[in-house]
T-cell receptor
Framework: GAVVSQHPSWVICKSGTSVKIECRSL??????MFWYRQFPKQSLMLMAT?????????EQGVEKDKFLINHASLTLSTLTVTSAHPEDSSFYIC??????????FGPGTRLTVT | GENVEQHPSTLSVQEGDSAVIKCTYS??????FPWYKQELGKRPQLIID?????GEKKDQRIAVTLNKTAKHFSLHITETQPEDSAVYFC????????????FGAGTRLTVKP
């Protein structure tokens, strides 16, 4: 089946610094990638949708200047959390979709901001 | 936009019993309804999905039903096993191209041996 990887799997950073998370589709070309945020024991909340070579579409309430998304190729999307604060601590999951309906999820990145 | 509600939030059953999780959606334009299983600390895994031109789909012990008129769909797990214990999420996509998938709040299923 299709495989999506994320790196890093977990990261701890200090308040005020920036953190970059990578999402890769390993064995297929993803026309669209999605970024989700998941708080403990809660559902997946869509943050943004990105199509290769174009600007990401952010969901209402998500600060585009704080959560920078780049989708430079059909196999790589990055999420950069800029000037991170403790309230940004969360589980960030990406997913990727090729032609069709199904989304394949990455393993997630646990971000802790101290 | 689309709003997906999921019930119950927690469900506990005895091994061998059936489990049913229900979801409703708000946008009649939604046409794709996947179900995901997420074990603790792991990624969501697609377990079954259904499209709006089908009323029911079955895969071994798992089945999904869809009622487009009432705008609700359900996940049925029969002969539950302890390894079925996980959080299950339903989802619905607004558009054909699946770019606006919305998830339900999740159901934590516990199967007691």
């Amino acid at each position: 089946g299709a495989v999506v990887s994320q790196h890093p799997s977990w990261v701890i950073c200090k308040s005020g610094t920036s953190v970059k998370i990578e999402c890769r589709s390993l064995d297929f070309q993803a026309t669209t990638m999605f970024w989700y945020r998941q708080f403990p024991k809660q559902s997946l909340m869509l943050m943004a949708t990105s199509n290769e070579g174009s600007k990401a579409t952010y969901e209402q309430g998500v600060e585009k200047d704080k959560f920078l998304i780049n989708h430079a190729s059909l196999t790589l999307s990055t999420l950069t959390v800029t000037s991170a604060h403790p309230e940004d601590s969360s589980f960030y999951i990406c997913s990727a979709r090729m032609a069709g309906y199904e989304q394949y999820f990455g393993p997630g990145t646990r971000l802790t901001v101290t | 936009g689309e709003n997906v509600e999921q019930h119950p939030s927690t469900l506990s059953v005895q091994e061998g019993d059936s489990a049913v999780i229900k979801c409703t959606y708000s946008d009649s334009a939604s046409n794709y309804f996947p179900w995901y299983k997420q074990e603790l600390g792991k990624r969501p895994q697609l377990i079954i999905d259904i499209r709006s031109n089908v009323g029911e789909k079955k895969d071994q012990r798992i089945a999904v039903t869809l009622n487009k008129t009432a705008k609700h769909f359900s996940l049925h797990i029969t002969e539950t096993q302890p390894e079925d214990s996980a959080v299950y999420f339903c989802a619905a996509s607004i558009r054909v191209n699946n770019n606006d998938m919305r998830f339900g709040a999740g159901t934590r299923l516990t199967v007691k041996p």
